[in-house]
């Protein structure tokens, strides 16, 4: 099973139809459709992308769940400053795929300073019980950095938690998946 389904699984254990959740980096929209589909017509999903191509190709993924999604072209460090009142405490999921646009941009990718200021939002979004997936990848430019501070981050600051670390290879370069259950 790849990295990516590991994570929607552990997801779908915990998100209900009528659900807010957030799908911090949606790139090609997978998982934001995903998202959509788990929460059903009552629940809401909150996308962030920075490239308008991600939010442009999410746009069509969706297209059948667009009443649902609410899709932001901002930086996932940018999080709480976009949503609703009342949010934090009350989201079930956010999920976070790092690296750059499939298919797009490899210049334009996710840093370490952001993801580490989009996870510290992220963990203040959550509700009890709430559920944070991360996919980092090592394999290319600063992403090896990346993927370091995310465990750090994760280490330190979740610590009231579960946090179950994944990776499918015991290769440097393998994508490493973090899963933190509030």
């Known amino acids: 099973m790849q990295q990516t389904e ?3 699984q552990a997801v779908a254990d915990v998100v209900q139809p009528g659900d807010i959740v957030v799908d911090a980096t949606i790139g090609n929209g997978y998982d934001t459709l995903f998202l959509a589909q788990l929460v059903g017509p009552a629940g809401t999903v909150f996308g962030f992308d920075i490239q308008s191509a991600a939010i442009q190709e999410t746009q069509k993924r969706i297209s059948e769940f667009a009443g649902r999604a609410i ?3 901002s930086s996932h460090a940018e999080l709480i400053s976009h949503l609703p009142r009342g949010i934090v405490g009350n989201v079930a999921a956010v999920m976070f795929n790092l690296g750059y646009l499939p298919g797009g941009d490899k210049k334009c990718m996710t840093t370490t300073e952001s993801t580490l200021e989009g996870l510290r939002q992220a963990l203040e979004l959550l509700r009890a019980g709430g559920i944070l997936t991360v996919l980092a990848y ?3 430019r600063g992403g090896d950095e990346e993927a370091a501070a995310v465990e750090s981050f994760l ?4 610590p009231h938690g579960t946090l179950v670390k994944q990776t499918v290879a015991d290769k440097p370069a393998a994508p490493r998946l973090f899963i933190y259950r509030q």
């Open 71 to 73: 899709l932001f072209q």
């Open 6 to 8: 590991l994570a929607q």
């Open 138 to 140: 090592p394999g290319h």
């Open 155 to 158: 280490d330190q600051n979740a």
